[in-house]
C-alpha cells in the first residue's frame, strides 16, 4: 500500500503562471486535507475535501487558489497567476475517516518556487 | 479557534538524555492528537496518535500523553539518539488537524 504521493516534488513557476500540484491519497482513504508551510513557520491549514465535496475550505485564500477532489483521479491544488509570496512547501494528507481513530498521513510535499 | 503552542521552540542535548517535548491547545474538544516528525525538506511521518479517549500511547523510545481538561500533550524521548533530530510537531484534531509550530530538536554525540 503506497503512501500519499505528491507530485511534482519540485516545481518552479514564473510569477503570472498557473501552478497545479497532485496528490494521490493512500487507498481507501476518501479524506485529503491540504497544508502549506512557508520558510521557518508551520504548517497552515488551506482546504479539506472528500471525493467531489469541499468540505472546509477556510484556509484558502479568497483569489486564485481553488482545489478539487474528483470522483476518478487524484486531488488537485490549483494557484493561478503566481506570484512570489505563492513559494513555499505544500503538503497534502490523507485519512480513511473523520474524527476520533483518524490517522492522517502526510505526503512528501510540493515545493513550489516562484521566479 | 483551536490554537496549539509548543515549548520549547528548539531544543539541543546530548546523546542519552531523555527529553520531555511539550504541546497545549486552547479547545479542548479534540477527537484525536497526533505527534509527528519532520527532517529538514521532507514530509511529515507519524509518530504517535492519543485518541480523545485514551490518556497514552507509546512507541518504541517515544511515550506521548494527552490530558484533554488541562489542554496539554507531552512527548517524552528516552535515551535520546542523534537520529533523533528533527522537528517535532503536534497537531489536534478537531474537524482538521490544527499544528503547532514545532520544537526542533538536535542530539548531539
Known amino acids: 500500500n503506497a503512501g500519499v504521493m505528491q507530485n511534482p516534488r519540485h516545481l518552479v513557476r514564473r510569477r503570472g503562471q498557473e501552478a497545479r500540484l497532485r496528490c494521490s491519497p493512500m487507498?481507501?482513504?476518501?479524506?485529503v486535507y491540504w497544508y502549506r508551510q512557508l520558510p521557518e513557520e508551520g504548517l497552515k491549514f488551506m482546504v479539506y475535501?472528500?471525493?467531489?465535496?469541499?468540505?472546509?475550505e477556510s484556509g484558502m485564500p479568497k483569489e486564485r487558489f481553488s482545489a478539487e477532489f474528483p470522483k476518478e483521479g487524484p486531488s488537485i491544488l490549483r494557484i493561478q497567476q503566481v506570484v512570489r509570496g505563492d513559494s513555499a512547501a505544500y503538503f497534502c494528507?490523507?485519512?480513511?475517516?473523520?474524527?476520533?481513530?483518524?490517522?492522517?498521513?502526510f505526503g512528501q510535499g510540493t515545493r513550489l518556487t516562484v521566479v | 479557534k483551536q490554537e496549539v503552542t509548543q515549548i520549547p521552540a528548539a531544543l539541543s542535548v546530548p546523546e542519552g538524555e531523555n527529553l520531555v517535548l511539550n504541546c497545549s491547545f486552547t479547545d479542548s474538544a479534540i477527537y484525536n492528537l497526533q505527534w509527528f516528525r519532520q527532517d529538514p525538506g521532507k514530509g511529515l511521518t507519524s509518530l504517535l496518535l492519543i485518541q480523545s479517549s485514551q490518556r497514552e500511547q507509546t512507541s518504541g523510545r517515544l511515550n506521548a500523553s494527552l490530558d484533554k481538561s488541562s489542554g496539554r500533550s507531552t512527548l517524552y524521548i528516552a535515551a535520546s539518539q542523534p537520529g533523533d533530530s528533527a522537528t517535532y510537531l503536534c497537531a489536534a484534531l478537531p474537524d482538521k488537524l490544527i499544528f503547532g509550530t514545532g520544537t526542533r530538536l538536535q542530539v548531539f554525540p
Open positions: 475535501l472528500q471525493k467531489e465535496n469541499i468540505i472546509d
Open positions: 494528507a490523507s485519512s480513511p475517516l473523520r474524527g476520533e481513530n483518524t490517522e492522517a498521513f
Open positions: 487507498k481507501g482513504h476518501s479524506h
